[in-house]
């Protein structure tokens, strides 16, 4: 289990969302903006996450209407790769990131979690990398992370009788049994 940091809304995503469920946050995924608004009301959000087109809403009514309503929420609209028009009206509108449909999933789950004040794992080692003699996998995590060894140990779900932390002046470096999974 992890300490959720944030909760993040997304909207007619379909499966692309997918890659968001392995970060510390609450996921709501809807597919219609019928549904976020009603999700809206009820829930507090930190981010939302809409496709531009949506069916039920269209060029970005979603997002015009939420930006209008809280324009301090964060959003990230994805528009269709190729088409400047709708990458120009939602910068216009006031989207604060504006993605293509085509974005690597990396870049795309990054952007959520500044936005969402989330930290991230910045790189693992190769399973190659692995230390045979003690079988421990390696991640760093970014340092901004505002936690101490106790948070991060809870946070990911490590042992913290057989796990180590240690913070360098960028990162800091998790260290775990490698039959424990992340």
Known sequence: ????????????????????KELPIRLIVMETGAEAIRSLRQEKVTTVVSRWGLVDMPQGRLLKNIIAANPGLS???????????????ARSLGVTVVMSED?????????????????????????????????????LV????PLDRADILNSFEFDPIRSFVARTDSYWSLQHPKHTEL
């Open 103 to 139: 974005i690597d999933d990396g870049y795309f789950c990054e952007a959520v979690c500044q936005l969402s004040g989330v930290s991230t794992v910045v790189g693992a080692a190769e399973p190659a990398d692995y230390n045979p003699d003690n079988g421990y996998r390696q991640y």
């Open 142 to 145: 970014d340092k901004s992370w």
């Open 1 to 20: 289990m992890y300490v959720v940091v944030a909760n993040v809304l997304s909207v007619g995503l379909g499966n692309r969302s997918d890659v968001l």
């Open 75 to 89: 959003t990230i609209a994805f528009v269709a790769t190729g088409n400047p028009a709708q990458e120009i009206e």
